[in-house]
């Protein structure tokens, strides 16, 4: 089955490389009776509803109520209606098999590690910055159970600004906060795409990067 996003949600046209997970949720999914997947940065649901449709139970985690609950967002052109995850959850009758926590993902943790965390350029966003590279990828992969994923698109830096930032990496950085405990199946650039979107309206171009490891099983 190909995995593709939502294409309900606002987010839906902005690039990702989720569908690159597919195999290796398969991989998972032959092997574990109800995985759950946490979708950090959830919004109105992009990640959330292919992967309960798929059979995951997800606990989607976001901070903007106006994504979760449904609203107008405020943009150049125009108002635009956002349905909002709980509402799009109902008209899919798929509420029963979806936790939605508003709350930061670096304040908060799942009682039991998942299969799957995903995140999709949230590290660099201004909100995240300030507690650095590490500790936000350090926080995903708290999230993991032995033998689950992380998925992560994450940006790379096209100027020095960026680079600044500290939290826009090159792969081979990136590659150097995963222990040995992880195995990185893929980890690499995967091209430039302009966009402008909420929060972003001015046209901009960014420089995407693609993470898929895998927490190994810990020895007896
Ligand atoms: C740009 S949107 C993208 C949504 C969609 N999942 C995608 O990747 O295309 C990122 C979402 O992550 C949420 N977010 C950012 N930082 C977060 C954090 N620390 N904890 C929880 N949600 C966060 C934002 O509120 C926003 O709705």
């Given at each position: 089955?190909?995995?593709?996003?939502?294409?309900?949600?606002?987010?839906?046209?902005?690039f990702?490389s989720?569908?690159?997970?597919?195999?290796?949720?398969?991989?998972?999914?032959?092997?574990?009776?109800?995985?759950?997947?946490?979708?950090?940065?959830?919004?109105?649901?992009?990640?959330?509803?292919?992967?309960?449709?798929?059979?995951?139970?997800?606990i989607?985690?976001?901070?903007d109520e106006?994504?979760?609950?449904?609203?107008?967002?405020?943009?150049?052109?125009?108002?635009?209606?956002?349905?909002?995850?709980?509402?799009?959850?109902?008209?899919?009758?798929?509420?029963?098999?979806?936790?939605?926590v508003?709350?930061d993902?670096m304040?908060?943790?799942?009682?039991?590690?998942?299969?799957?965390?995903?995140?999709?350029?949230?590290?660099?966003?201004?909100?995240?910055?300030?507690?650095?590279?590490a500790?936000?990828?350090?926080?995903?992969?708290?999230?993991?159970?032995?033998?689950g994923?992380?998925?992560?698109?994450?940006?790379?830096?096209?100027?020095?600004?960026?680079?600044?930032t500290?939290?826009?990496p090159?792969?081979?950085?990136?590659?150097?906060l995963?222990?040995?405990s992880?195995?990185?199946?893929?980890?690499?650039?995967v091209?430039?795409?302009?966009?402008?979107?909420?929060?972003?309206?001015?046209?901009?171009?960014?420089?995407?990067?693609?993470?898929?490891?895998q927490?190994?099983k810990?020895?007896?």
């Amino acid at each position: 089955m190909t995995l593709v996003v939502d294409p309900a949600s606002y987010w839906a046209p902005y690039f990702t490389s989720f569908g690159r997970l597919d195999p290796y949720l398969q991989s998972i999914e032959t092997t574990m009776p109800d995985p759950v997947a946490c979708i950090i940065g959830a919004s109105d649901g992009k990640f959330v509803v292919p992967l309960l449709r798929r059979g995951w139970q997800v606990i989607a985690i976001e901070l903007d109520e106006t994504f979760i609950s449904g609203g107008a967002v405020e943009l150049r052109t125009g108002e635009q209606r956002i349905q909002g995850l709980i509402p799009r959850l109902q008209e899919l009758g798929l509420t029963h098999r979806c936790e939605i926590v508003r709350c930061d993902y670096m304040e908060w943790e799942p009682l039991t590690p998942v299969q799957l965390a995903v995140t999709s350029g949230l590290w660099s966003m201004p909100v995240n910055r300030a507690h650095g590279l590490a500790a936000l990828v350090r926080r995903q992969q708290d999230y993991v159970a032995p033998d689950g994923l992380l998925f992560a698109d994450y940006l790379l830096a096209t100027n020095e600004g960026e680079a600044d930032t500290g939290v826009c990496p090159e792969p081979e950085e990136l590659e150097g906060l995963f222990p040995a405990s992880w195995e990185v199946h893929v980890n690499e650039e995967v091209g430039t795409h302009g966009e402008s979107h909420f929060g972003w309206e001015d046209w901009h171009e960014h420089r995407y990067g693609a993470v898929v490891a895998q927490r190994l099983k810990c020895l007896p």
